[in-house]
């Protein structure tokens, strides 16, 4: 292998290999009257690979019941000029255009790209409100969110994220200013990290919940004394109803907060209490 082909061995997609594929025996598939959502899929139309409608509908009409799609943004088919940050509204378009023809039903009846994961410079902070003014507007009801991949590492192997400039993107202020615009609106963060950066998502999660507990709506439940509301499950189940309207990150400190913590407040001793429940 060449110096040129090593620079990048790993982290990125090769077409298939067709005729290897073909060997494999016949699978039967399980369950074929389970609806599915397929959740991340791409289309795209380059030198190494295509991947359109033809291909898609293949792969979907293989005996699953696969009833849509979300398209998530690969890169694909960016405007060729203007201004930079508005590029990536290209691949939105693109795509509208595919699923327009899908939902024509000519690619059999799964419809293609319901809906549609773009990609926007959220490090734009303020500033990526019209970017994702544009994408709303292209993507004519199917645009749900923003992918800004945060893989990374300086190996020069690893084909990093291409929308990573470098280590720390999701501890950046001006990324999780961006990140705000993103989720008033409703809409998704599509996180991509590779293993060492799990600790940055976590800590962007964990933001929120430093948030929520300054506000006053962390431990909603808990004793004042070890630092909750001291409120009633009923208060819970309003706060919850209420944050279940908005893109909240969710799964951080679940475990603890809805069952070791209410274990420990009924079953531990006095100075367990002190030492492990308190914020």
Same mark, same amino acid.
């Given at each position: ?17 067709e005729a ?24 795209w ?24 799609t ?33 939902d024509?039903?000519?690619h ?36 749900? =969110? ?31 200013? /961006?990140l ?47 630092? =909750?509301? /001291? ?17 909240t990150?969710? /799964? ?28």
């Amino acid at each position: 292998m060449t110096d040129a082909a090593q620079e990048k061995v790993f982290g990125r997609i090769y077409a298939p290999n067709e005729a290897w594929l073909a060997k494999r025996p016949a699978e039967a598939i399980i369950e074929p009257e389970l609806a599915i959502i397929d959740p991340h899929h791409h289309f795209w139309d380059v030198a190494r690979d295509t991947y359109l409608l033809d291909e898609w509908s293949r792969d979907v009409g293989s005996g699953h019941n696969v009833e849509a799609t979300v398209f998530i943004e690969c890169g694909s088919m960016y405007r060729a000029d203007g201004p930079v940050e508005l590029r990536p509204v290209g691949e939105i378009e693109f795509v509208v255009g595919l699923a327009a023809k899908s939902d024509r039903g000519a690619h059999g009846p799964t419809r293609a790209a319901a809906g549609i994961v773009g990609q926007a410079d959220l490090t734009l902070g303020d500033r990526v409100d019209p970017v994702l003014d544009a994408m709303e507007q292209a993507g004519q009801g199917r645009f749900r =969110g923003i992918r800004h991949a945060a893989g990374w590492d300086a190996d020069p192997r690893i084909g990093n994220s291409h929308t990573t400039p470098g280590p720390g993107l999701y501890l950046q202020d001006d990324f999780r200013a /961006g990140l705000a615009r993103l989720t008033a609106r409703g809409l998704s963060l599509d996180a991509l990290v590779f293993h060492p950066q799990i600790d940055d998502l976590v800590d962007l999660a964990k933001a929120w919940q430093i948030k929520k507990h300054k506000a006053g709506f962390s431990g909603i439940t808990m004793p004042k004394t070890y630092g =909750g509301r /001291g409120g009633s499950p009923m208060e819970q189940v309003i706060y919850n109803q209420e944050e279940a309207e908005f893109v909240t990150p969710r /799964g951080v400190y679940e475990i603890g907060l809805g069952m070791c913590i209410p274990t420990m407040l009924t079953y531990a001793t006095e100075s367990q209490k002190q030492r492990y429940a308190p914020p």
